[in-house]
């Protein structure tokens, strides 16, 4: 099975800030890497697929980025409503596997 | 635009069944790998099952597999997710998502398994 591993786990930012999200691969996985945001008690909303294509209706300030083992969800100019968790997923393989999650929070 | 509605949770308990339903809108359904995915109270995100679009292939977690059994009906633009076996560590909001990218998601069905 293909590990995800997020990094960090929790990150605390101000509005306006710049923050990045890492998530490593196990093995390659090509480009078959998403990213889900979290509100609490909502369900996941996809952001991203194949590691950079937004999602319709995803704002320009996320972006993603990365190939093969590692890759990377960047907000740029961080927004109050952006406080959540997020998720990484990759699916080139079964069984598919998500990364444990970040949470960020607005100073 | 796509929509997803599950339906079917509730509360069992131990080695008691459940069947899941998601029914589909707005898009092509047979065309497209449908997913389940679960989140235990306050835990990430678990992948529990995919069926494909037209030949039906199915893929399970280990953690359900022989247990859960995946299926749909491309006539009614929905797909079910027959659970027997349930304990305790089956607890969990159930999503039902479009494809392995989980592009579209359901509302979740609340699913607790307590005696």
């Known amino acids: 099975d293909i590990q995800m591993t997020q990094s960090p786990s929790s990150l605390s930012a101000s509005v306006g800030d710049r923050v990045t999200i890492t998530c490593r691969a196990s093995?390659?996985?090509?480009?078959?890497l998403a990213w889900f945001q979290q509100r609490p008690g909502k369900a996941p909303k996809p952001l991203i697929f194949?590691?950079?294509n937004l999602f319709s209706g995803v704002p320009s300030t996320f972006s993603g980025g990365g190939s093969g083992t590692e890759f990377t969800l960047t907000i740029s100019g961080l927004q109050p409503e952006d406080s959540a968790t997020y998720y990484c997923?990759?699916?080139?393989?079964?069984?598919?596997?998500f990364g444990g999650g970040t949470k960020v929070e607005i100073k | 635009e796509m929509q997803l509605s599950e339906s079917g949770g509730g509360l069992v308990q131990p080695g008691g069944s459940l069947r899941l339903s998601c029914v589909a809108a707005?898009?092509?359904?047979?065309?497209?790998?449908m997913t389940w995915v679960r989140q235990a109270p306050g835990k990430g995100l678990e992948w529990v099952s995919s069926?494909?679009?037209?030949?039906?292939?199915?893929f399970y977690a280990d953690s359900v597999e022989g247990r859960f059994t995946v299926s749909r009906d491309n006539s009614k633009n929905t797909v079910y997710m027959q659970m027997n076996g349930l304990r305790v560590d089956d607890t969990a909001i159930y999503y039902c998502?479009?494809?392995?990218?989980?592009?579209?998601w359901g509302q979740g069905a609340q699913v607790t398994v307590s005696s």
């Open positions: 998502t479009v494809g392995s990218d989980s592009s579209v």
């Open positions: 707005g898009l092509n359904f047979n065309t497209y790998a």
């Open positions: 069926i494909s679009g037209r030949n039906g292939a199915i």
């Open positions: 093995q390659d996985i090509s480009h078959y």
């Open positions: 194949k590691t950079s």
């Open positions: 997923q990759q699916y080139d393989s079964y069984p598919l596997t």
